[in-house]
């Protein structure tokens, strides 16, 4: 297997022995040929796959009309980008912020909330992940205790378990301004937090005048077979945060948010230079109009059935999550699995759970490809990873 060289960059992540240098539809090739069907999507980015014609000729052609301007001036087409993210998005959310990743969305939709409310405390879920920035991190699990980095808390953080309503309703009161829940937990080992808390998430932040924060950084643009989770388990979300398949590929981030808090926002309460670039935004429009154009909810949805349906065998016990963001649990460690499937050039995904293979895939999988997993699985019956 081929195997990078590191001689310069900052070896803080563990790599897998495969070195892609190109990608068509949902494969990877490395230099020597070798050909990866990709099930992992580079965490969940990869939404259209690898070199899809459309979002390469709307790159291009942004790249050469006009590849750069700030939010210093008004661009035709980060309003068109914002047009389309708010009319795919759950209703009631009108506005969009654009930024660069996932941490920088949920800490600007963290440092709304404090604000719009004058209050101190975010309530979060027990296993959640937000992201590395600071406040992020602050209601991320566990951070705080391992790799936070920062001296202290931004501002008062309580977590509850992911699946105890009575305890998130005692834990919203009057000094909360935010309850930030990932509808699916990703990293977790995709949880899927379900439609019975997040109902009682919503009634509690109503009681309390706290805003809902739904992070569907990892679960939003289409991966669960819906738009956003908001639809798929029917909550309503006060901000919403996305980002990875928003730009299938091109580093982006979006808080969304409604008129009413939108409205209330003093001219440089929120700023960033790259974020709503017009590359973007190209991408942004793109990928929702392919989306759209190419069916790809339905198509999920119908992937999705049959990778419950073909895959629990071999190594795997259960299958838990909701559309592309699924965890196959594993009888022996998730590791072992993921390096199993890689010596058969598939590409999968581990999770904070040692026994969840996480799958990804790009939104276009189609049948055969979850054929090759569901055979590539049966083999493992017989190998060292039993
Ligand atoms: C649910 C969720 N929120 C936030 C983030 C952070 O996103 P980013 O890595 O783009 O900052 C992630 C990344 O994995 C995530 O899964």
Redesign the pocket.
């Known amino acids: 297997m081929t195997q990078p060289k590191l001689a310069h960059l900052d070896e803080v992540y563990p790599m897998l022995p495969f070195a892609p240098v190109s990608g068509a539809g949902v494969y990877l090739f490395d230099g020597a040929g070798r050909r990866v069907l990709d099930l992992y999507g580079g965490?969940?980015v990869a939404a259209l796959g690898y070199g899809h014609p459309r979002l390469t000729a709307a790159l291009v052609e942004q790249t050469q009309r006009l590849c750069f301007q700030s939010n210093a001036v008004p661009l035709a087409i980060r309003e068109e980008a914002a047009r389309a993210l708010v009319a795919f998005a759950p209703a009631g959310l009108d506005r969009a912020f654009f930024v660069n990743?996932?941490?920088?969305a949920?800490e600007n939709a963290l440092r709304l909330a404090l604000r719009v409310t004058g209050r101190r405390k975010v309530v979060a879920l027990e296993h959640s992940?937000?992201?590395?920035?600071a406040a992020?991190a602050a209601v991320t699990w566990g951070a705080a205790g391992s790799w936070y980095g920062f001296p202290r808390l931004p501002f008062d953080v309580e977590f509850v378990p992911r699946d105890d309503a009575a305890r998130l309703r005692g834990a919203i009161d009057r000094d909360t301004a935010a309850l930030i829940i990932?509808p699916v937990q990703?990293?977790a080992g995709a949880f899927e937090v379900g439609r019975a808390l997040l109902t009682a998430a919503r009634e509690a932040c109503d009681t309390h005048g706290a805003l809902l924060i739904l992070?569907e950084?990892?679960?939003g643009m289409g991966r669960l077979g819906a738009a956003f989770g908001a639809e798929l388990y029917e909550v309503r979300p006060d901000l919403l945060?996305t980002?990875?398949a928003l730009g299938g590929g091109f580093p982006c981030?979006a808080l969304l948010l409604p008129d009413a808090i939108a409205r209330a926002l003093k001219p440089g309460a929120l700023g960033t230079t790259f974020g709503g670039g017009p590359l973007a935004c190209a991408a942004i429009k793109t990928v929702i109009e392919v989306i759209r154009d190419e069916n790809l909810l339905a198509n999920v949805r119908a992937s999705a059935a049959l990778i419950r349906r073909e895959c629990l065998r071999g190594p795997v016990v259960s299958i838990q999550g909701a559309g592309f963001l699924l965890g196959l649990r594993t009888r022996p460690r998730a590791a072992l699995v993921r390096d199993a499937l890689l010596a058969k050039n598939i590409l999968t995904g581990t999770s904070a759970d040692p026994h969840v293979l996480r799958l990804l895939p790009p939104l276009v999988l189609e049948a055969q490809h979850v054929e090759c997993l569901a055979e590539a699985l049966e083999d493992c019956v017989d190998e060292a990873v039993q």
């Open positions: 965490h969940a990743s996932g941490a920088e949920n992940f937000h992201g590395r920035t992020a990932e990703g990293v992070d950084v990892q679960t945060t980002a990875k981030g």
